[in-house]
Every structure is written in structure tokens, then in C-alpha cells.
């Protein structure tokens, strides 16, 4: 489902922005650390100061409305070198297990920063990639 050329364009971004939804159709967007494996994006909650007296509104989100998008761009002052993939999918929320260890594997790998956070009992959004858009030129 994903090419190559949006696989890699993918895996070169830093950021990309998760759009959730609540059960009316309240649209919330915010930036994310991710990382694409297989034909799943995993974004692992982080220990960045947040509320502790009720999940995030993303996940708030997920748990009513599973259905998402993650854009991923590239921005330049040339906008001939304008270009972005969007990844529309189902979203889940792993507490534990194999696959969500995994994912807070490949996370550390490609942040540093995660490297000094203790990420082990936080939950990760595993999104299947369902249907992916691209525009513009995808190759750097």
C-alpha cells in the first residue's frame, strides 16, 4: 500500500501531525514523534509535563473514534520542494506487550531525546495505515 518513494519520504521526516477526532466530529491536530514500521505508525505518549488526572485529549480521541490521519511535509522557501504524505487509518492504544515495546524501541533509535525517558509503562498509538496521499515531489 505504501511506495517506496512515500516509505522514504516518510522515514526522513522528523514531524508529523496526528489528526484525532471526538465522537462529534471535533477535530483536534497536534505534532508528533513517530516511526513508520511495516504498514503501522507508532507514537509513544512521552513524559513531557502533561495532565495526570485523565488521558490526553489524542487519546481521548482514539478511545471514541479510532479513525485518524498523520501528515507528514516538507516545507521550503522554494515551493517547488513543497510536498507531503498523509496516512489515513485505525488507531489503537497499546499499554503493553511485544509490539509496544517494539515501537518504544524504534522510537528511542530515531529520537535521542526519548533515550532519557523512562517510556516503559506509557501507552503508544499503533495507527494501520489504511489508505496513504502524497503531493508534490517526494524526493529530496
Not at 496516512?87 to 522510537?107: K, M, N, S, T, Y
Request: proline fraction near 5%; charged fraction near 25%; include cysteine.
Amino acid at each position: 500500500m505504501i511506495t517506496e518513494a512515500q516509505r522514504q519520504f516518510v522515514n526522513a521526516g522528523r514531524v508529523a501531525h496526528l489528526a484525532t477526532a471526538d465522537a462529534h466530529g471535533t477535530p483536534h491536530v497536534v505534532p508528533v514523534c513517530y516511526a513508520l514500521i511495516g504498514e503501522t505508525i507508532y507514537i509513544t505518549i512521552d513524559e513531557k509535563p502533561k495532565r495526570r488526572d485523565r488521558p490526553l485529549k489524542r487519546v481521548r480521541n482514539i478511545m471514541e473514534n479510532p479513525a485518524v490521519a498523520v501528515t507528514v511535509d516538507r516545507w521550503d522557501e522554494d515551493w517547488s520542494r513543497l510536498a507531503w504524505v498523509m496516512l489515513h487509518g485505525r488507531a489503537e492504544i497499546l499499554e503493553r506487550g511485544h509490539e509496544h515495546d517494539a515501537a518504544q524501541d524504534v522510537l528511542r533509535k530515531k529520537y535521542p531525546q526519548y533515550r532519557a525517558m523512562d517510556l516503559t509503562g506509557l501507552p503508544v498509538i499503533a495507527i494501520l495505515v489504511q489508505r496513504v496521499l502524497n503531493w508534490g515531489e517526494l524526493r529530496n
